[in-house]
């Protein structure tokens, strides 16, 4: 009697180990399961974190005199756009100025819109001083008809402004396109880094043209991810400027880290080992 109450007492109590075990099975791998969520998700944070640190970082290195002064084609060409509510604008004033109504409102609104392609640099190496003997000796200048006649063009002073617009217009880089905008840019790099005016072929200048070719193939990566040509081109420029400045440092170090400051890079970008990348960032 006694040893069959002894083995039904620990039956129940085998028995409900069993259930315990089983009851508490799927909470502590739900708990396990949640606390798996919450590191990921963490690490997710921590890198997001870590990446715009980095970002911010690249860009406060970036922030130099040289690289500021470069005009970037996408952000010159999205300057001069006129959207299609500008254009309706400027129509609408255009109609009521020749109807009698609203012809100041008209004025400055086209005066705004010439504001837009007005940057102040002129493409294929044009000066400000060309300009101005263009659009301001020029029409001054006198003719001499052939018979002893001396006439001043008065058929170009009396559209003087209107044609003065116009070549400032068609000379404007604004107006120009990406690979004027690129000679533009190769042409401040003489300047700032050449010892003189037609140096181009002092390391600091060949590093400065092809940083800029390189930031203009980072633009177009940016937005076209599948272009596996220009991909491995950008790598072929990174291995040049790398090869250039190491010469740099081999003949000066102190033209060398001047150099790396001006084009806003660093000692890693240079010195450490340049692979394709999957994405441009």
């Known amino acids: 009697m006694l040893r069959s109450f002894r083995s039904h007492v620990l039956a129940l109590q085998q028995g409900g180990?069993?259930?315990?075990?089983?009851?508490?099975?799927?909470?502590?791998?739900?708990?396990?399961?949640?606390?798996?969520?919450?590191?990921?998700?963490?690490?997710?944070?921590?890198?997001?974190?870590?990446?715009?640190?980095a970002k911010e970082e690249l860009r406060k290195l970036k922030d130099t005199k040289f690289l500021n002064s470069l005009v970037h084609p996408e952000r010159l060409f999205q300057s001069t756009q006129i959207s299609q509510k500008e254009a309706a604008i400027s129509s609408s004033l255009a109609f009521q100025?020749?109807?009698?109504?609203?012809?100041?409102?008209a004025k400055d609104f086209e005066a705004r819109l010439k504001r837009?392609?007005?940057s102040g640099a002129y493409a294929y190496r044009i000066e400000p001083a060309d300009i101005e003997l263009i659009t301001e000796v020029a029409p001054?200048?006198?003719?001499?008809?052939?018979?002893?006649?001396?006439?001043?063009l008065e058929t170009i002073n009396k559209n003087r402004?209107?044609?003065?617009?116009?070549?400032?217009?068609?000379?404007?880089?604004?107006?120009a396109n990406a690979k004027a905008v690129t000679k533009h840019n190769v042409q401040r790099a003489v300047e700032t880094f050449g010892r003189s005016e037609e140096d181009s072929g002092s390391p600091e200048v060949q590093a400065?043209?092809?940083?800029?070719?390189?930031?203009?193939?980072?633009?177009?990566?940016?937005?076209?991810?599948?272009?596996h040509q220009n991909r491995r081109t950008y790598t072929k420029l990174l291995h040049k400027r790398?090869?250039?400045l190491k010469y740099?440092?081999?003949?000066?170090?102190?033209?060398?880290?001047?150099?790396?400051?001006?084009l806003g890079l660093t000692k890693g970008m240079v010195e450490d080992e340049i692979l394709i990348p999957k994405r441009v960032e």
């Not at 909470?27 to 919450?38: C, D, Q, T």
């Not at 740099?248 to 001006?262: A, F, N, V």
Request: glycine share 6%; charged share 30%.
């Open 242 to 244: 790398a090869k250039m």
């Open 140 to 152: 001054k200048a006198t003719a001499d008809v052939g018979i002893g006649h001396t006439i001043m």
């Open 17 to 53: 180990t069993l259930l315990r075990a089983i009851h508490t099975t799927p909470i502590s791998s739900g708990r396990r399961l949640s606390n798996r969520k919450a590191e990921l998700k963490a690490q997710r944070e921590a890198e997001i974190e870590a990446h715009e640190r």
């Open 97 to 105: 100025s020749k109807s009698g109504g609203a012809m100041g409102d």
């Open 208 to 227: 400065a043209v092809w940083t800029i070719r390189i930031n203009s193939l980072e633009d177009h990566l940016r937005t076209n991810n599948k272009d």
């Open 161 to 175: 402004d209107i044609q003065m617009d116009i070549v400032r217009r068609i000379a404007a880089l604004d107006n």
């Open 116 to 118: 837009k392609a007005d």
């Open 248 to 262: 740099l440092k081999r003949e000066s170090l102190e033209r060398y880290y001047l150099c790396l400051k001006q």
